[in-house]
């Protein structure tokens, strides 16, 4: 027989027990859902270091496509919370097929410059990276402007990507934005004719290209440029070249984002948000810059030493608003120029 002060010993003791238990059982379901269209390497310490911080789990699912299809499909049930995506293109995509939700808070809007997130509080830049112009070094420096790819002097001297790339499809449509519909068509018809190639492979094969002396000038990402330097085999390719930040006398280079939307029927808000503004944080944004080279969102905190080296350069002011609402224009006119046949 049990005495009386043991037993109530041990029912204290189940109690306790239970008590814990609990604890750790709602500690261990507080999570938070991500799709994401950037790599594990990139976004895995950001999230390592939020749930150290928060005790919030981060489950990811990685995708290279298809986003946009995977929320439709599952509609109300989707246990997605936030969205991470490159390319404004990608987070109007998501928009206009009504799969994000509106979201604010004083720490986001007053981290991010309002032209780099949405004027409905539905998506917000994260990162910046600029659309540069690579050049020989064989040329010299150049004060390049994106209307000096259609100057004949540079006739067969030029290679890119698909001009149906989003990176370029941007491109043109910040074109339009600054120089109309019909002398945007007349500078993509010119740039095409300046074509070294019909265009083909990524930012980084038109530099080999410039490398290898099959072109003299290229388009390509500024995060590019920091990963070809710091890979064994692409550093001869970098050193080929200069990159070249348009348009420093006028209105300046063209700037795209990676970014980060709540999904419409997120299950995790209250998650999403802590998430959300962690990733805005000044650490969060020197880790982010500092891993994938890009320049943080946010004006007090400085790109990495080797993005930070390669100076200095004023954005084009227009919001990405503004430019997305041209990319079907853009697109359009990409294939009236038949710029990649
Ligand atoms: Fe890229």
């Not at 509609?75 to 097929?97: C, F, M, N, Q, W």
């Amino acid at each position: 027989m049990l005495s009386k002060a043991l037993f109530l010993q041990c029912v204290m003791g189940a109690v306790i027990s239970v008590i814990s238990f609990l604890s750790f059982t709602a500690h261990a379901i507080e999570e938070v859902n991500v799709y994401s269209y950037r790599q594990p390497f990139l976004v895995k310490p950001l999230f390592d270091k939020f749930t150290h911080q928060s005790g919030i789990k981060v489950n990811v699912v990685f995708a290279k496509k298809g986003m946009a299809e995977r929320l439709s499909r599952e509609g109300k049930y989707s246990p997605a919370d936030v969205l991470l995506t490159t390319d404004i293109s990608r987070l109007i995509e998501l928009h206009d097929k009504d799969l994000l939700q509106k979201f604010t808070s004083s720490k986001i809007n007053g981290a991010i410059p309002k032209q780099y997130r949405a004027q409905d509080d539905t998506w917000f830049a994260l990162t910046t990276r600029v659309r540069n112009i690579y050049s020989a070094k064989r040329l010299g420096n150049i004060d390049f402007n994106y209307e000096d790819l259609a100057d004949e002097k540079y006739q067969g001297r030029i290679c890119t990507r698909s001009g149906k790339h989003p990176y370029n499809v941007a491109l043109v449509a910040s074109m339009i934005a600054e120089h109309g519909e019909t002398d945007t068509l007349v500078w993509l018809e010119k740039f095409k004719n300046n074509l070294a190639r019909k265009p083909q492979g990524s930012d980084r094969a038109q530099v080999q290209a410039i490398h290898q002396n099959l072109c003299d000038i290229s388009l390509g990402n500024s995060y590019y440029f920091g990963k070809m330097l710091k890979d064994e085999k692409q550093k001869n390719w970098a050193d080929a070249v200069n990159i070249n930040f348009p348009n420093q006398k006028n209105r300046g280079a063209h700037v795209n984002i990676s970014g980060m939307a709540l999904a419409k029927y997120s299950p995790n808000k209250q998650n999403a948000k802590t998430l959300m503004e962690f990733l805005v944080s000044i650490p969060a944004q020197q880790l982010y810059a500092e891993t994938n080279m890009e320049y943080p969102v946010r004006s007090d905190v400085t790109a990495s030493t080797l993005v930070a080296s390669w100076g200095a350069f004023k954005a084009d002011s227009l919001s990405l608003e503004t430019i997305a609402k041209q990319r079907k224009t853009a697109l359009k006119l990409i294939d009236i120029a038949q710029f990649d046949l």
